[in-house]
C-alpha cells in the first residue's frame, strides 16, 4: 500500500463546543499546512489554561480495493512549545460531548534511560503523567532509523513517578537506544483493518429474491460511506434508494446495474453496485431491502493541553504518523 493512499479527513463540525466532531467530512487534511486543524492558541488561552480537542479519520483511498491491515497512528512529533497532545480511537458519530469524558488518551514521550537489547523495562518522560497505559502498544524510535513496536503487561506495565512512566513490555527490545529526548516512545493507536465492507442484508418482500451470495452488494474505499440503505419497490421492477443519512440516491430498475455516483469524491466512483443479476422472484409495491455499508476510515480524536501560564511560541507544531500493510 502506497502512502498516497493514507489520508486524514476532518469531521463534519470542526468547533470548540459539544457538537465538535461527528461523520466524517470530505476536507482533507493537508500536510505540512500551519493552523491545518488547530488554530492558534490566544493569550488568554495560554494565561487561564485550556484543552481543545479535534476528530480526524484515517482513511484507506486505495483505488484497487486493497485492506489496510494492522493500521495504526501515533504522535511522531511532539510539540515544541508548552502545551501538549493526546489520541485516543473514536466512533464515527461521536462529539467532543462524549470525547471530554474518554480515559486512557495515548501521546509520546522520550527515553530518559539507555534501552538495551531485550529489555523489558523502559523509562521515559513525558509531559504529564499519562500517555500510555496498561495493554497498549508503544512504539520506540530513535535517529538513526531503529525503530520497533512492543506491548504493555496488561497488568501492572506502567507506574509513574510525577512525568516519568516506567514501562514493563511483554517482549524484550531487539535493539538498543539511547537516552535522548530525540528517541521517543509512543502510545500507538491499533486500528485493526481498515477497508469498505457491506453487511446486514435483509428483503422484506412475499415472494421477492435477491441472490447476495453470488451477486454480493459492491463497494470501494474511495467512494463507499458509512450509511444504511432502503431500495424500495415502486413497481414489480423498479425501485427507489435512499440512505438513512446520505438521502435519496436515485432510481433504479431490476433490468439494469445500479452504481449511484458518491458526488463527493470524482466521477466514477459510487457509494455502492447492485447486480441486475442478483433479482429474481416477484417483487411488489412497496417491498424493501436494507443493507449497511461501511466506510474505509477509523475516527480518532486529537487532543491538545495547553496548561496556565503556557509561554507563547511563533509556530508551533505537532505531527502524526500514519501506517498502514496492504493485503
Not at 538495551?116 to 499519562?130: G, K, P
Not at 440512505?243 to 458526488?263: E, H, K, L, M, R
Not at 447492485?274 to 455499508?293: E, L, P, Q, Y
Request: aromatic share 10%.
Amino acid at each position: 500500500m502506497e502512502g498516497v493512499d493514507l489520508v486524514l479527513y476532518k469531521s463534519v463540525t470542526v468547533s470548540d463546543g459539544d457538537t465538535n466532531g461527528g461523520r466524517m467530512s470530505y476536507n482533507l487534511i493537508s500536510s505540512n499546512v500551519l493552523n491545518n486543524l488547530f488554530a492558534n492558541v490566544t493569550q488568554s488561552e495560554r494565561t487561564a489554561g485550556a484543552t481543545k480537542y479535534r476528530k480526524v479519520f484515517f482513511k484507506n483511498k486505495n483505488a484497487s480495493n486493497e485492506t489496510g491491515t494492522n493500521s495504526r497512528i501515533w504522535i511522531s512529533l511532539r510539540s515544541l512549545g508548552g502545551d501538549y497532545f493526546r489520541l485516543k480511537a473514536g466512533t464515527d458519530t461521536d462529539t467532543q460531548a462524549e470525547a471530554d469524558d474518554y480515559t486512557g488518551w495515548l501521546g509520546t514521550g522520550y527515553l530518559s534511560q539507555t534501552l538495551s537489547i531485550d529489555s523489558t523495562t523502559i523509562t521515559a518522560v513525558f509531559d504529564n503523567a499519562d500517555g500510555v497505559y496498561n495493554g497498549s502498544i508503544i512504539r520506540l524510535c530513535d535517529n538513526s532509523g531503529g525503530e520497533e513496536f512492543l506491548t504493555v503487561k496488561s497488568s501492572e506495565g506502567v507506574s509513574w513517578n510525577g512525568n516519568t512512566a516506567t514501562i514493563i513490555t511483554t517482549s524484550g527490545a531487539r535493539g538498543t537506544y539511547p537516552a535522548s529526548q530525540n528517541c521517543l516512545v509512543s502510545g500507538v493507536i491499533d486500528l485493526g483493518s481498515i477497508v469498505a465492507a457491506t453487511s446486514d442484508w435483509t428483503e422484506n418482500s412475499a415472494s421477492g429474491t435477491y441472490d447476495e451470495s453470488n451477486y454480493p452488494v459492491e463497494v470501494n474505499n474511495i467512494g463507499t460511506v458509512d450509511d444504511t440503505w432502503t431500495i424500495t419497490f415502486t413497481s414489480n421492477t423498479t425501485f427507489t434508494v435512499a440512505g438513512a443519512n446520505t438521502g435519496s440516491v436515485g432510481s433504479g430498475s431490476t433490468a439494469s446495474d445500479f452504481q449511484p455516483i458518491n458526488p463527493s469524491v470524482g466521477t466514477g466512483n459510487y457509494y455502492f453496485a447492485i447486480s441486475a443479476s442478483g433479482w429474481g422472484g416477484t417483487w411488489a409495491i412497496g417491498d424493501t431491502v436494507t443493507f449497511t455499508t461501511s466506510h474505509s476510515a477509523a475516527a480518532v480524536w486529537i487532543k491538545e493541553v495547553i496548561p496556565a501560564l503556557t509561554g507563547a511560541l511563533t509556530s508551533n507544531r505537532m505531527n502524526l504518523k500514519l501506517y498502514a500493510e496492504g493485503a
